[in-house]
C-alpha cells in the first residue's frame, strides 16, 4: 500500500515562492500533483514524474513550477515560483501504481495524500 504525506503550505505573497514536499512510501509508477480551488473541482495532473525521467506541465503553472524527486529520501518536491492569487488551492501530492502510457491520465491516479494548503496572498 502506497501512503503519501504532504507538507509545506502557507501563506504567500503574490511573486513569491513555496516549496512542497511528499513523503512516499512503496512502488508506484509516476508521482504528481493536483489542485483544489475553494469552490472549484481538482485541477489536474498539474505536473508528473515518471520513473523513466520524463516530467509533465499543464500549461497554467508550466515556467513557474518544477517537480523534482529525491529517491534517497523517498520525497517528491514541487518548487512554485511566481505564484498568483489564483493558485490558491488545496494542493495533494497522488501517484499511480500503473498506467498504459508515460504518464498516467487523470483517472489512473490512485493514491492520494491529505493535501495541504496554498494561499496566496497579500
Known amino acids: 500500500q502506497l501512503r503519501l504525506v504532504e507538507s509545506g503550505g502557507g501563506l504567500v505573497q503574490p511573486g513569491g515562492s513555496l516549496r512542497l514536499s511528499c513523503a512516499a512510501s512503496?512502488?508506484?509508477?509516476?508521482i504528481g500533483w493536483f489542485r483544489q480551488a475553494p469552490g472549484k473541482g481538482r485541477e489536474g495532473p498539474l505536473c508528473?514524474?515518471?520513473?523513466?525521467?520524463?516530467?509533465y506541465y499543464a500549461d497554467s503553472v508550466k515556467g513557474r513550477f518544477t517537480i523534482s524527486r529525491d529517491n534517497a529520501k523517498n520525497t517528491v518536491y514541487l518548487q512554485m515560483n511566481s505564484l498568483k492569487p489564483e493558485d490558491t488551492a488545496l494542493y495533494y501530492c497522488?501517484?499511480?501504481?500503473?498506467?498504459?502510457?508515460?504518464?498516467?491520465?487523470?483517472?489512473?491516479?490512485?493514491?492520494w495524500g491529505q493535501g495541504t494548503q496554498v494561499t496566496v496572498s497579500s
Open positions: 497522488t501517484a499511480a501504481a500503473t498506467s498504459h502510457g508515460i504518464f498516467p491520465l487523470p483517472e489512473e491516479f490512485n493514491y
Open positions: 508528473i514524474s515518471s520513473n523513466d525521467g520524463s516530467t
Open positions: 512503496g512502488i508506484y509508477h509516476a
